[in-house]
């Protein structure tokens, strides 16, 4: 009986009840979840990219109207209250800060109280 389990009868099982299936059965459950939760996350990315390319021109529209370039902007559609996000991407220039840094420290300051440093590795 085990091996026919899904994933729904699962989890109206108590706890203890799940525990004592065989390994094979938690194993094929446990892979069986996972595969839900990828699939889960192509459909969200789907549907994301559905509303971008429903949305975006208008909110850009909307954006440029109030003088803003990025932000959150809000208007109705059919009823529905669509809130528009489009954060402010700060490129900061990498050799400048690290001059900042440098002087602070010069300084006898701790440039952690006021930089948050990040290391990353070329590929």
Same mark, same amino acid.
């Given at each position: 009986?085990?091996k026919?389990?899904?994933?729904?009868?699962?989890?109206?099982?108590?706890l203890?009840k799940?525990?004592?299936?065989? !390994? !094979?059965?938690l194993?094929?459950?446990?892979d069986?979840?996972?595969?839900a939760?990828?699939?889960?996350?192509?459909?969200k990315?789907f549907l994301? /990219?559905v509303?971008?390319r429903?949305?975006?021109?208008?909110?850009?529209?909307?954006?440029?109207?109030?003088?803003?370039?990025?932000?959150?902007?809000?208007?109705?559609d059919?009823?529905?209250?669509v809130?528009a996000?489009?954060?402010?991407?700060?490129?900061w220039?990498?050799?400048?800060?690290?001059?900042i840094?440098?002087?602070?420290?010069?300084? /006898?300051?701790?440039p952690?109280?006021?930089v948050?440093?990040?290391?990353?590795?070329?590929?």
């Amino acid at each position: 009986m085990n091996k026919t389990i899904t994933l729904d009868q699962m989890r109206q099982m108590p706890l203890g009840k799940v525990a004592i299936l065989d !390994a !094979a059965t938690l194993a094929r459950l446990q892979d069986q979840a996972l595969s839900a939760i990828e699939q889960a996350k192509l459909t969200k990315d789907f549907l994301d /990219g559905v509303l971008t390319r429903r949305y975006a021109d208008r909110a850009d529209q909307i954006r440029k109207e109030a003088g803003k370039d990025s932000g959150s902007v809000r208007f109705v559609d059919d009823g529905v209250h669509v809130i528009a996000d489009l954060p402010k991407k700060v490129d900061w220039n990498q050799q400048s800060l690290k001059e900042i840094v440098d002087r602070i420290r010069c300084a /006898g300051e701790d440039p952690d109280e006021y930089v948050e440093i990040t290391y990353k590795v070329a590929e």
